[in-house]
Structures are given as C-alpha cells and as structure tokens.
C-alpha cells in the first residue's frame, strides 16, 4: 500500500496562476484533510471532508477550493495564487473523523508563489 | 492566545537524557489529544495518543492533565534517532485537528 500520495511534490507559481494540488490515498479511508504548514505556525486546516460528497471549511480556507473526486481522491485548487500562499501542503485520511481515528499524511507540496 | 501552545525550542540535550515537552491547550472542550513526530522536510506521523489516564510506549510516556490543560510527552534514554519536530495536536468539538507549532528536538552524541 503506498498510503497517501500527492503530487506534485513541487511547484512554482506566478501570482495570478492557478493550480490544482492532488491527493489520493489507497486505505479505504472515509475521511480527507487539506492542511498548510508555515514556519512557527503549525499545521493549520484549510478543508476537510468527513465522507465522500461532504466538504467543510478548516481554519483557513480562504482562496482555496476543494473537490472530492471519489472516496480515493480529495484535490485542492488555488485559482488565483498569491505569495501568502507559499508553503508545504499536506493531505491526510483517516478512517473517520471521530476521536480515536489516526490521520495518515501524505509526503507534502511544496508550493512556492512568486 | 493561539488554540494549542508550544515551548518551540530548540531542546538540545545529549545522548541518554531524559526530556519533557508540554503543549496547553485553550479549548476546555477538546476531547482527544496526541503527539506527532515531524522529521526534517518529512510528513507528521503519529507517536502517540494521549490518554487520561497516562499512557506509556517504551521509553515514551505521555501525560493528559485536563484542570490545567496540558498534555505532555517524556522521552527518556534518549537516542540519536529521536531528533525531530514534535507536534502536540488537540481534536476539538467541531471534530477538527488543531495542531501545535511544535518542538524541535536535537540529541546530541
């Protein structure tokens, strides 16, 4: 099982340009997170879907937007990037959102915007 | 005052020592607590959850105090290979992970 993947695991963007941030994880899990990581800041959440069909806002969804393609695949899009959004980007699963449910975390994105 | 705090560090302490991380927590309602270990340019696995009564993995032990809320994680005989970020990370009602900044962590020979 490769667990989470996400591609790429690199990219660099002008501001204005849009991408699509890709995430899929093969352990039949219900529930996928977006999360950005900046220095001295944390992992913060930007979307979640708790089950396929469902997404929510995390703590800072602003200029994102997410897609839960099927219960596998969970991407997430900057239609219009700007340099506050250059950071690392993790996706994560898990079996559900209830308390005991582990989060597994893909390898990250490392997203410059210039 | 940020949802989940942490002592950034860095913690510098030699090969065999014994070393305590504290993460607080500002949310009385949170309901599950766990430490995440981060290495360098890597994703955040999970070390341990933490649980009420204390729990204990090998030379890891971690601690809930909730009328203080703090949780803690203590690492003693420490290796080389435990250098890392650790990351505490509190659920909270709405069912969403808030994580700490994290402590860095470096074991020296």
């Known amino acids: 099982n490769a667990g989470v993947t996400q591609t790429p695991k690199f990219q660099v963007l002008k501001t204005g340009q849009s991408m699509t941030l890709q995430c899929a994880q093969d352990?039949?899990?219900?529930?996928m997170y977006w999360y950005r990581q900046d220095p001295g800041m944390g992992l913060r959440l930007i979307y979640y879907?708790?089950?396929?069909?469902?997404?929510d806002k995390g703590e800072v969804p602003n200029g994102y937007n997410v897609s839960r393609l099927n219960k596998r695949e969970f991407s997430l899009r900057l239609e219009s990037a700007a340099p506050s959004q250059t950071s690392v980007y993790f996706c994560?699963?898990?079996?559900?959102?209830?308390?005991?449910?582990?989060?597994?975390f893909g390898p990250g994105t490392r997203l410059t915007v210039l | 005052r940020k949802e989940v705090e942490q002592d950034p560090g860095p913690f510098n302490v030699p090969e065999g020592a014994t070393v305590a991380f504290n993460c607080t927590y500002s949310n009385s309602a949170s309901q599950s607590f766990f430490w995440y270990r981060q290495d360098c340019r890597k994703e955040p696995k999970l070390l341990m959850s933490?649980?009420?009564s204390g729990n204990e993995d090998g030379r890891f032990t971690a601690q809930l105090n909730r009328a203080s809320q703090y949780i803690s994680l203590l690492i003693r005989d420490s290796k080389l290979s435990d250098s890392a970020t650790y990351l505490c990370a509190v659920l909270g009602s709405a069912r969403q992970l808030t994580f700490g900044s994290g402590t860095q962590l470096t074991v020296l020979p």
């Open positions: 994560a699963s898990s079996e559900g959102i209830s308390s005991y449910n582990e989060q597994f």
């Open positions: 933490v649980y009420s």
């Open positions: 879907s708790a089950s396929e069909g469902t997404t």
């Open positions: 352990m039949n899990h219900n529930s």
